[in-house]
T-cell receptor, first 114, second 116 residues
């Protein structure tokens, strides 16, 4: 079953606006990673946040993590048409050892209109 | 550094055939994981290899298998192909085996498999 659930499923905004996507998960994690995928291509790694971190920044990206609510958010500021893509959160379980795997949500389809 | 490479990028097979996909991780990375992506099921974990050993396996039938070589390159094999095996197969590499909190996984461009 899918661990991460992104919200909303689709988001359409104008260039220059900010985009916020949310991710909720069910079990304990040791990290959470956000990825971008353009139209059926490979996944591009955006950012990793560890379970003991609350916020991370990378360029126009800001990720927050609230382990008490089992949720994360990805904020893209000053969006561009090139940001149009599907965004996935992936949770890494804390079972460690040989049971570790990334579990992905269904993704948020972001459309940035010029 | 070169990224994760996957070959071939596109593949068309017929039911009953078998297929082998290849993945070369980022130089220095010793962990390789495989994922299947379909419109209906999304991204699902297939298996992970580290130092030529399979560490974890997802919930897929035994027709799906893989291996890793001493140079960390990995192959996955699907035997007796079914229509439902049509998917984008993604390979990810990481420096460490899965489970470490700071372990980023980087994905290749994928192999698009179509089963007719």
């Amino acid at each position: 079953s899918q661990q991460g659930e992104e919200d909303p499923q689709a988001l359409s905004i104008q260039e220059g606006e900010n985009a916020t996507m949310n991710c909720s998960y069910k079990t304990s994690i040791n990290n959470l990673q956000w990825y971008r995928q353009n139209s059926g291509r490979g996944l591009v790694h955006l950012i990793l946040i560890r379970s003991n971190e609350r916020e991370k920044h990378s360029g126009r990206l800001r990720v927050t993590l609230d382990t008490s609510k089992k949720s994360s958010s990805l904020l893209i500021t000053a969006s561009r048409a090139a940001d149009t893509a599907s965004y996935f959160c992936a949770t890494g379980g804390n079972s460690g050892g040989s049971n570790y795997k990334l579990t992905f949500g269904k993704g948020t389809l972001l459309t940035v209109n010029p | 550094k070169a990224g994760v490479t996957q070959t071939p990028r596109y593949l068309i097979k017929t039911r009953g055939q078998q297929v082998t996909l290849s993945c070369s991780p980022i130089s220095g990375h010793r962990s390789v994981s495989w994922y299947q992506q379909t419109p209906g099921q999304g991204l699902q974990f297939l298996f992970e290899y580290f130092s030529e050993t399979q560490r974890n396996k997802g919930n897929f039938p035994g027709r799906f298998s893989g291996r890793q070589f001493s140079n960390s390159r990995s192959e996955m094999n699907v035997s007796t192909l079914e229509l439902g095996d049509s998917a984008l197969y993604l390979c990810a590499s990481s420096l460490y085996p899965g489970g470490r909190a700071y372990n980023e996984q980087f994905f290749g461009p994928g192999t698009r498999l179509t089963v007719l």
